[in-house]
């Protein structure tokens, strides 16, 4: 059984395009979170939620709005993409916030044309 | 900024071998942990060290912690070609309000059979 998976696991789009990621983690988990991989692997936090208030969010661009319809599900939803937006993108989920072990999602990885 | 600096950047071993990573960090912590990413695919929980433990034995891995130093190691004993991949450290820092967890650049490490 997957823990946290997300789809799809590739997403190709053209520049301004919108497109979504979605995420769902079936561990009980209250508090759940989207993370940027760069490149060179740098991995930063954009948003948490936490009982599907948003209790995070990182100085994100406001073209991306995360929606959480439940505890179990963080979808990420990104407008007018641009090239600067290309990545892989974790989500992931932990029990309780930020002071417990994460679990990550297997990324999807973004590229903008 | 990134609250992990991890060296070295990359470590190459013959298998069997011990393998080391260390990472520093900049702030006051509540816990640090480690995680490791195969290529392509998402990040995996190792081990998580509280402020007040110096040391976490999980099979052939061994962490420490000094928190006078600001620092970490990452021990793998008996490395083995699976346990090629990018190890990162990431901290939580202990001050009320600012729970994020931050990641380390990352190690990566390759077992050559």
């Known amino acids: 059984d997957t823990a946290v998976s997300q789809t799809p696991k590739y997403l190709v789009t053209q520049m301004g395009n919108d497109k979504s990621i979605k995420c769902e983690q079936n561990l009980g988990h209250d508090t759940m979170y989207w993370y940027k991989q760069d490149s060179k692997k740098f991995l930063k936090i954009m948003f948490s939620?936490?009982?599907?208030?948003?209790?995070i969010n990182e100085t994100v661009p406001n073209r991306f709005s995360p929606k959480s319809p439940d505890k179990a599900h963080l979808n990420l939803h990104i407008n007018s993409l641009e090239l600067g937006d290309s990545a892989v993108y974790f989500c992931?989920?932990?029990?309780?916030?930020?002071?417990?072990?994460?679990?990550f999602g297997p990324g999807t990885r973004l590229t903008v044309l | 900024s990134q609250q992990g600096e991890e060296d070295p950047q990359a470590l190459s071993i013959q298998e069997g071998e011990n393998a080391t990573m260390n990472c520093s960090y900049k702030?006051?912590?509540?816990?640090l942990q480690w995680y490791r990413q195969n290529s392509g695919r998402g990040l995996v929980h190792l081990i998580l060290?509280?402020?007040?433990?110096r040391e976490k034995h999980s099979g052939r891995l061994r962490v420490t912690l000094d928190t006078s130093k600001k620092s970490s190691s990452l021990l793998i004993t008996a490395s083995r070609a699976a346990d090629t991949a990018s190890y990162f450290c990431a901290t939580v820092p202990s001050n009320f309000g600012n729970e994020k967890l931050t990641f380390g650049t990352g190690t990566r490490l390759t077992i050559i059979p």
């Open positions: 702030t006051s912590i509540n816990n």
């Open positions: 992931a989920s932990s029990q309780a916030v930020w002071a417990d072990t994460q679990y």
């Open positions: 060290i509280r402020s007040n433990e």
């Open positions: 939620y936490n009982n599907k208030e948003l209790i």
